[in-house]
């Protein structure tokens, strides 16, 4: 239990820090359209730690100029607060804001108990939105209490898009100037990553190893009560030096020594419900096949590399890979689109996109495509997946070529991902 005192002291300092960001400059999100102010059911944003989600919130409520409130639950001076504290939580915020109309709750599932409160709060017609780092927690209590009642919207790292907003880089001119300027940007991005405050930190060895440290500890051993902590961290490292890869949970089981493959595949829920790793199901018009042999991604680039002993090579074909997947992933959770991975015994293709159950485009990625045996397998992948699946639109993504190329009677569009990123308006 907090003491009320304590607690209005706590909630003003936050009032006063939410004041400060009126004359921030802040990057305009995709996501932010899909946030309905006007819903009466709760808004829920989730995303890894550090994405931005509580400024994606800020930006729907501020800019809109709604009168709420906010509560940051992932200040340490609230880890004591118990759900039957939250009635106290809201008659401060009364005495603090005056009326309001919108309730902005930051990173509420670490209160127990806490769908209880805001279904009440929903029940009496207030506005609620809601940020979360671990997509179980929310999701399972929201599908038992608020059925119906809730809206979920994913948030990643910026997108390069975002990126070269913060930056100050054009997006739309084509110029020798402007395109040598995006050029410079991508290949920062492409190594440094996206989490928006990497911008304006200088040690971001330290930061993301913090970061990794914070998902690992607190989002999923301490919720899940993990036993075998060190085993698991060993595997999420490994996870993130090989990834992409296929997980493979009788051999991760194998090589940390877990005692069945059941944990392994537990502890890999974990990090992808932490949103640490995101996870491509294989293509397949069976669900059996789609439910096995998964590729996983680390949600960012800068989660690969830049981690103490994290000692994994500057590979740029998987680092461009994960920034297309990731640009994908996020695409299609605004559009109601899918996307797969193709690997069969004739080959594979790293990316289709499907619109139920008709596949809309293949996409294969390759940092160089100038060597011909790269290009010949790039194109082999894209022809695999035409032929298996009557898609037309094949697209080979590369770090800096560009082009269109005709063979077997197919087309396949050539084009580097820092113009393709820009194209999808994300």
Sequence with gaps: MIDKRILELILTDQQEELEERADEALCPRREEVLVDTKSSQAQVIIGVRRSGKSTLCYQALHGNGLKFAYVDFDDERLVKLESDQLNDVLEILYKIYGDFDYLFLDEIQNVEGWHLFVNRILRKKMHVIITGSNAKLLSSDLATHLTGRNKEIALFPFSFKEFCIMKSVDTQRRTTKAEGFRRAAFDEYLKQGAFPELLSIEDKKSYVSSLVENILKRDIEQRYKITYK??????????????????????????????????????????????????????????????????????????????????????????????????????????????????????????????????????QVSYDISADKTRKREINGLLLAARQTKCDDLLLLTDHESGEIEQNGRKMKIQPVYEWATELEI
Excluded: W
């Excluded at 991760?252 to 199901?281: C, D, P, W």
């Excluded at 949600?299 to 103490?308: G, K, L, P, S």
């Excluded at 998987?318 to 640009?327: G, Q």
């Design 230 to 363: 060190a085993a698991f961290e060993n595997m999420a490292h490994h996870l993130l030096n090989v990834s992409p890869t296929i997980v493979v949970t009788t051999d991760l089981a194998g090589q940390f020594h877990f005692r069945s493959e059941h944990t392994a595949k537990n502890y890999v829920k974990y990090l992808k419900e932490a949103y640490m790793l995101i996870g491509i199901q294989k293509y397949s018009q069976k669900s059996k096949v789609r439910s096995v042999q998964e590729k996983v991604y680390a949600v960012d680039v800068a989660m690969m590399d830049q981690r103490e002993n994290a000692f994994a090579g500057d590979n740029l074909g998987y680092r461009l890979e994960t920034i297309v997947a990731i640009h994908l992933i996020r695409k299609c959770k605004i559009e109601g689109l899918d996307v797969y991975y193709l690997n069969d015994r004739s080959g594979e293709c790293d990316f289709l996109v499907c619109k139920g159950n008709k596949v809309v485009q293949a996409i």
